[in-house]
């Protein structure tokens, strides 16, 4: 049996408060974690708002300390009750080979979570993703593209799309 991917959720974010709303939702909207992680790419270009989803991601999962972008670090591991949430930046890696030294087969687990920014510089040497999150940078908002690349990140966007503020 094959997989179809569903047409992908494009949502408008006028605000940081806005694509931390969305990271929030998708938060509480993550299926139980059975028998694998929940992988979600975050692409888009500097200042797209990748990070501030995470935040938004971690608080909706009751974190509330301060959430920095990985950039220099390139990998923060938040430890929380019910899940463990890995928070990847890949920017500054030169080729794929560089993420071996991170561990990243250790975090592969049930209960964890791993947002992925810039995964486009780890190909082929990153799990594939539950659900890709394409964000894009416009005069007077930021378009946030989620699709669920998955059967299990299909089942998420669709229990996300429950979630979601009805627009009149």
């Known amino acids: 049996m094959t997989f179809e991917a569903a047409a992908p959720l494009r949502l408008c974010a006028a605000s940081a408060q806005e694509t931390e709303s969305i990271g929030i939702r998708l938060a509480w909207a993550l299926p139980a974690l059975n028998a694998q992680p929940?992988?979600?790419?975050?692409?888009?270009?500097?200042?797209?708002?990748?990070t501030t989803f995470a935040r938004g991601f971690l608080s909706g999962r009751g974190f509330n300390g301060a959430v920095r972008s990985?950039?220099?670090?390139?990998?923060?591991c938040y430890e929380l009750p019910d899940l463990v949430?890995?928070?990847?930046?890949?920017?500054?890696?030169?080729?794929?080979?560089?993420?071996?030294?991170?561990?990243l087969r250790e975090f592969l687990a049930s209960g964890h979570v791993l947002l992925i920014e810039w995964p486009?510089?780890?190909?082929?040497?990153?799990?594939?993703?539950d659900v890709s999150i394409a964000m894009q940078v416009e005069a007077s908002h930021h378009d946030?593209?989620?699709?669920?690349?998955t059967p299990f990140g299909a089942a998420w966007l669709r229990r996300l799309v429950e979630l979601l503020p009805v627009s009149s």
């Open 85 to 103: 949430v890995v928070h990847l930046d890949l920017y500054r890696i030169e080729a794929p080979s560089e993420l071996e030294a991170l561990g």
């Open 70 to 76: 990985p950039t220099y670090t390139l990998l923060e």
């Open 144 to 149: 946030v593209g989620l699709k669920g690349d």
């Open 38 to 50: 929940g992988i979600v790419y975050l692409t888009g270009p500097l200042g797209a708002g990748k």
């Open 120 to 129: 486009e510089r780890g190909a082929g040497r990153l799990p594939h993703p």
